[in-house]
């Protein structure tokens, strides 16, 4: 039987560290060997400092005999999204097969249920991989396809970056917290990424406004997160789209690209391209020590993809999403 228990991060030991990233290192190795090495610094990063507007974040080990075999990471999203609950299991390689994966799954169930989650979802399994098949024998359905996106800035040729700004439109660019004169019209355009297909994932794009902008930019500076966005302004002062990028804390070395957006009415001028382009030229200009850009995009969404390939991103691999009622 297992031994299923919260991990506190608070109060971890350096043994507990090791012992945790050497399981998602050996299990990041067997499922996705195509993805850059995981390191310790990404095991606490991806702890302490997690993806904000993913919701509240915990974490379950598993111990068999006084051994960590298998872990789980659950994210509990709100703003609308209340009955979902993201989970990823990952079950060292050595002992897999033995229904430890199962087995810490319905240790979680009753948890969830006491969070009033009634739809269980897991992101990014390998498309026909184990992780997928365990999966579809437990009843859940892939409901999404997404695709990780990775550039490698010793390698791209930076003059993809040199995007004009479309004419009747400017720049805004801003570290932390959007202009007060802006903020409202900043959060209609990140409404306009509900556009973005997510095939029939139980997650909604919440609805923004203001405060929700403020909450997340609170909880950015909370988590030390660098938090930044450029926006495109149109004619009248309307905000148009926007992109944003994030930097983690102890992972200098990796930029994450999160969404862009532009609203239908300023669509086919080119302003994901000139924002992304103008985000990618400022960033990596105050970090010269970033050696990463990542992005992850619903496979659906071709012409975001066409976009950051035009960047000089490179697909990596693509996974699917499953969902499950509990």
């Not at 050696?291 to 995009?297: D, F, G, H, K, L």
Request: proline share 5%; aromatic share 6%.
């Amino acid at each position: 039987m297992l031994d299923v228990r919260l991990f506190d991060i608070d109060r971890a030991s350096d043994t507990d560290w090791d012992e945790l990233h050497e399981l998602q290192f050996s299990a990041y190795q067997a499922d996705s060997p195509e993805r850059p090495a995981f390191t310790r610094q990404e095991t606490i990063s991806t702890l302490r400092a997690p993806q904000v507007q993913a919701g509240e974040q915990l974490v379950w080990t598993a111990h068999r005999d006084g051994r960590l075999v298998a872990r789980a990471i659950v994210n509990l999203p709100g703003d609308g999204n209340e009955r979902v609950a993201a989970v990823r299991i990952h079950v060292h390689p050595r002992v897999r097969r033995q229904g430890i994966g199962t087995e810490l799954l319905h240790a979680l169930e009753p948890k969830l249920r006491e969070r009033g989650r009634t739809l269980v979802e897991g992101w990014n399994l390998t498309l026909g991989g184990p992780g997928e098949s365990w999966a579809l024998g437990l009843g859940f359905r892939i409901v999404h396809t997404a695709i990780l996106q990775i550039m490698r800035l010793d390698e791209v040729d930076r003059r993809r970056w040199d995007a004009p700004v479309p004419g009747g439109y400017r720049l805004v660019r801003w570290i932390g917290a959007a202009p007060d004169d802006l903020v409202e019209e900043y959060a209609k355009a990140r409404g306009a990424i509900a556009d973005a297909p997510l095939g029939e994932s139980g997650l909604a794009e919440p609805q923004w406004s203001a405060d929700r902008v403020r909450r997340i930019e609170a909880a950015c500076r909370e988590r030390d997160i660098e938090h930044r966005a450029v926006v495109a302004v149109g004619p009248g002062g309307a905000v148009a789209g926007l992109t944003v990028m994030e930097a983690r804390p102890l992972m200098p070395e990796r930029l994450q690209q999160g969404d862009t957006a532009v609203l239908a009415g300023h669509r086919g001028h080119g302003l994901g391209l000139a924002m992304k382009s103008e985000m990618l030229r400022w960033f990596t200009a105050d970090r010269p020590g970033a050696e990463q850009v990542w992005t992850a995009t619903g496979a659906g969404n071709t012409h975001m993809i066409e976009v950051n390939h035009r960047l000089g991103f490179a697909t990596v691999r693509t996974g699917s999403v499953v969902n499950r009622e509990l």
